[in-house]
C-alpha cells in the first residue's frame, strides 16, 4: 500500500535552534517528493522538490535530503525563526506505470500524489 | 505569481442545505483540484479536473460534486451539507504536463455544518 509517515507529529523548538523532519514513504514507483510549508490559516506553498536522482538540496535555511533506496527524506531547518512555526507536509507523487488515476489526465505524464499528515512545528522566543 | 482565490474564509450551513464552493486561477493552469484538511488525517483529494467541462473522482468524492465550466474556475458543490462535512476546503490548481510543477493553493474555506 502506497503511503508517506511523517514524524514527529509536533515539535517545540528554542528560536535559533536548528530541527530536522522526517518523511518514509512506501510509494512506488516513484516521481517526485516535495515539501510543502502551510501557515495558520493559509494554504501549503511549496518549499523544495526531490527528484530521484538529488541528494541534497537547499532552500536558504531550508535544506532537504533524499535517500531514494531507503525512501526516505528529511528537511533541515538551520537557525530557526518564528516564523518557521507552521506545518510541514510531504507529499510525494508516484510514476506512471501503476496509476490508473494518471492515465486519466489527457496527455498528461503526471502521476497520483500521496500526502504526509504534516508535522507541526512551533517556534518559541 | 500564480494566484488560488477562494471565495469565502469562512461559511455556516445548516444540515440539509445545498452548498456552493467556488475557486478561481488566475495562471491558466489546465489541472484544478479540490481537498478537504482535517485534523490528524492530512489532506484528502474530493475531485480534479484536468480540463473544463472534465472531471474525476478523487479518494472521497461521495457527498460531493463539481463543476468546470470555464478554465479558470473550479466550483465544490455539497448537494446536501451533513455535519460530518465540517470541514477546511482547500482548492489548488497546477500545470498538465509538469511532472515537477507545485500545486498551488487557495488559503481555504472553513466550513462548519449545524
Known amino acids: 500500500k502506497n503511503q508517506v509517515e511523517q514524524s514527529p507529529q509536533s515539535l517545540i523548538i528554542l528560536e535559533g535552534k536548528n530541527c530536522t523532519l522526517q518523511?518514509?514513504?512506501?510509494?512506488?514507483?516513484?516521481?517526485?517528493l516535495r515539501w510543502y510549508k502551510q501557515d495558520t490559516g493559509r494554504g501549503p506553498v511549496s518549499l523544495t522538490i526531490m527528484t530521484f536522482s538529488e541528494n541534497t538540496k537547499s532552500n536558504g535555511r531550508y535544506t532537504a535530503t533524499l535517500d531514494a533506496d531507503t525512501k526516505q527524506s528529511s528537511l533541515h531547518i538551520t537557525a530557526s525563526q518564528l516564523s518557521d512555526s507552521a506545518s510541514y507536509i510531504c507529499?510525494?507523487?508516484?510514476?506512471?506505470?501503476?496509476?490508473?488515476?494518471?492515465?486519466?489526465?489527457?496527455?498528461?505524464?503526471?502521476?497520483?500524489?500521496?500526502f504526509g499528515r504534516g508535522t507541526q512545528l512551533t517556534v518559541w522566543p | 505569481d500564480v494566484k488560488v482565490t477562494q471565495s469565502s474564509r469562512y461559511l455556516v450551513k445548516r444540515t440539509g442545505e445545498k452548498v456552493f464552493l467556488e475557486c478561481v486561477q488566475d495562471m491558466d493552469h489546465e489541472n484544478m483540484f479540490w481537498y478537504r484538511q482535517d485534523p490528524g488525517l492530512g489532506l484528502r483529494l474530493i475531485y480534479f479536473?484536468?480540463?473544463?467541462?472534465?472531471?474525476e473522482k478523487g479518494d472521497i468524492p461521495e457527498g460531493y460534486s463539481v463543476s468546470r465550466e470555464k478554465k479558470e474556475r473550479f466550483s465544490l458543490i455539497l448537494e446536501s451539507a451533513s455535519t460530518n462535512q465540517t470541514s477546511m476546503y482547500l482548492c489548488?490548481?497546477?500545470?498538465?504536463?509538469?511532472?515537477?510543477?507545485?500545486?498551488?493553493f487557495g488559503n481555504g474555506t472553513r466550513l462548519t455544518v449545524t
Open positions: 479536473s484536468y480540463d473544463v467541462k472534465m472531471k
Open positions: 489548488a490548481s497546477s500545470l498538465r504536463t509538469g511532472f515537477g510543477s507545485p500545486l498551488h
Open positions: 518523511c518514509n514513504y512506501t510509494v512506488s514507483p516513484f516521481s517526485n
Open positions: 507529499v510525494v507523487r508516484a510514476g506512471l506505470q501503476a496509476q490508473l488515476w494518471s492515465r486519466k489526465e489527457r496527455g498528461s505524464t503526471l502521476g497520483r500524489l500521496y
